[in-house]
C-alpha cells in the first residue's frame, strides 16, 4: 500500500536549537517527494520539490534532503516564526501527475 | 499575483443538510484540486479537474460528494447528504501544467457537521 509516514508528530525545541523532521515514503515508483508548511487555520504553503536520491534544496533555515525510503527537513537554528506543521506528500507513478499521499504532519514549535 | 480564493470560510450545518463550497484559483491554472483534511491528518485528494475535465476521483464518495469545474476555472463541491464524519477542513489547490513548483492551496473551509 502507498503511504507517507512522519515522524515526530510533534517537536518542540528552543530558539537556535537545530533539529530534523523524518518522511519516509512506500509507493510503486516516486514521481516527487514535496514538501508543505502549514499554518492554523491557514492552507499549505509549498516549501520544496525533490526528485531524485541525493537531492538537496535550502531556503532560509530549511534543508530538504531525499534518500531512496525517506527525506529529511532539516531546520537550522530555528526562530520561533518557524513555529508550523510540516508535512510531506508524495507523487507516485500510477497516480494522476497532482495525486499526492500527504503523511500526518510534524507540529513543530519553536520557544524563544 | 492573487491567491487561490475559497468561501464560505467556515460553515456548521446539521446531518443529513446539503452543503456547497466554491473555489476560484489562480489565474492561468489549468489544473484544480479538492481536498479533505481531517483534523490531525495530512489532506486527501478527492477530485482533480484537469481545465473543465476529471483527472481523477477515485477517492470521491460519490454517493454524496459531487464536483464541477464550468468553464474551466472556478470549481464547486457539494455534499448531499451530510454525514458527522464529513466534518472536515476542505481545501482547493490548483497548479499549472508542470506540478514541479507544487500545488497552491486556498485557505479551506472549516465545515462541522452536528
Known amino acids: 500500500e502507498d503511504q507517507v509516514t512522519q515522524s515526530p508528530e510533534a517537536l518542540r525545541l528552543q530558539e537556535g536549537e537545530s533539529s530534523s523532521l523524518n518522511c519516509s515514503y512506500t509507493?510503486?515508483?516516486?514521481?516527487?517527494l514535496f514538501w508543505y508548511r502549514q499554518d492554523p487555520g491557514k492552507g499549505p504553503e509549498f516549501l520544496f520539490t525533490?526528485?531524485?536520491a541525493g537531492e538537496e534544496k535550502e531556503k532560509e533555515r530549511l534543508k530538504a534532503t531525499l534518500t531512496k525510503k525517506e527525506s529529511f527537513l532539516h531546520i537550522t537554528a530555528p526562530k520561533p516564526e518557524d513555529s508550523a506543521t510540516y508535512l510531506c506528500a508524495a507523487a507516485y507513478y500510477g497516480g494522476s501527475q497532482g495525486n499526492l499521499i500527504f503523511g500526518k504532519g510534524t507540529k513543530l514549535s519553536v520557544k524563544p | 499575483e492573487a491567491g487561490v480564493a475559497q468561501s464560505p470560510r467556515y460553515k456548521i450545518i446539521e446531518k443529513r443538510q446539503s452543503v456547497a463550497f466554491w473555489c476560484n484559483p489562480i489565474?492561468?491554472?489549468?489544473?484544480l484540486y479538492w481536498y479533505q483534511q481531517i483534523l490531525g491528518q495530512g489532506p486527501k485528494l478527492l477530485i482533480q479537474?484537469?481545465?473543465?475535465?476529471?483527472?481523477?476521483d477515485s477517492q470521491l464518495p460519490k454517493d454524496r460528494f459531487s464536483a464541477e469545474r464550468l468553464k474551466g476555472v472556478d470549481s464547486t463541491l457539494k455534499i448531499q447528504p451530510a454525514k458527522l464524519e464529513d466534518s472536515a477542513v476542505y481545501l482547493c489547490?490548483?497548479?499549472?501544467?508542470?506540478?514541479?513548483?507544487?500545488?497552491?492551496f486556498g485557505p479551506g473551509t472549516r465545515l462541522t457537521v452536528l
Open positions: 479537474f484537469q481545465n473543465n475535465g476529471v483527472v481523477d
Open positions: 509507493v510503486s515508483g516516486l514521481r516527487g
Open positions: 525533490l526528485y531524485s
Open positions: 489565474s492561468g491554472h489549468a489544473t
Open positions: 489547490a490548483s497548479s499549472p501544467p508542470s506540478v514541479a513548483g507544487g500545488q497552491f
